[in-house]
């Protein structure tokens, strides 16, 4: 483990409360939403988009439909101002998966994963005007599929925090998350993936008074992380391979 990291994970603080994960940024105030997100939990109220939802006793189960031209999507009816939320999730042949976050009519921010990267995001917020989406951490990162692993996402004041599996962390400011918002959710593109222990506590107005100096260590860790291949690289390479052995048999 990289001395930067150690650094990092040294901001971690114990539990804010009664049952809430490490945070960075937030102070976790109260529990607001919990769904285990199993065929026997009681269920939030959730709103089914796109895609096959099924819980099972390990999750629910999420995959994308062909006759949707769409991602899965499903969302909880609720309005959030400062909150933490965590969540558990296992990819199972899926694409990409994200926890998504709106507020009254749009998207405002979204943790991405796929099989091979992790992507922290303020979204597109007006789709066909001027406004465009920031990528805030685009890192290179294996998520094995059958593998279990867990997110925790802060949000406070004019900053988002995502931290994967304890581990990996990534944040970015803007403006647009002062506002309130609305609507969390998953997304699902391919077939397909598993979430379980989607818990949501809300936050102190107030980010935590360690979080300055953490997130200088973070940004130093996120300015060193790996940038994912650009798409296509392993099959031009795989192409370029390809020919120079065919040159050589010639």
Known sequence: MSLRLLALLAFVAPLCAADAPATLLAQPDKEILSDALT???KAADWKIAKGKWERTAEGVRVEE???DKHGAAGRV???LQDFVAAFEFRLDGAK????????AKEHVARVMITPTSLRVQRDDHDHDGPDKGIVFLNQAQAFE?????????????????????GKISG?????????????????????SATFRNFV?????????????EASVKIAEVMKAAPAPAAPGAAKGKAAAKGKGKAAAAK
């Not at 990409?96 to 507020?103: E, G, L």
């Not at 944040?171 to 077939?191: M, V």
């Not at 936050?203 to 979080?211: D, F, G, L, M």
């Open 145 to 165: 599929a059958g593998t279990w692993h867990s997110v925790v996402l802060e949000m406070v004041g004019d900053t988002m925090v995502a931290t994967i599996d």
């Open 171 to 191: 944040f970015g400011s803007d403006e647009l998350f002062k506002a309130e918002k609305a609507n969390p959710g998953f997304t699902c593109a391919g077939q």
């Open 200 to 212: 949501i506590w809300s936050a102190k107005a107030e980010p935590k008074a360690t979080w300055k």
């Open 77 to 79: 009816t609720m309005k």
């Open 65 to 67: 439909l062909p006759s």
């Open 39 to 41: 065929v026997s939990a």
């Open 96 to 103: 990409t998966v994200s926890i998504s976050i709106n507020d």
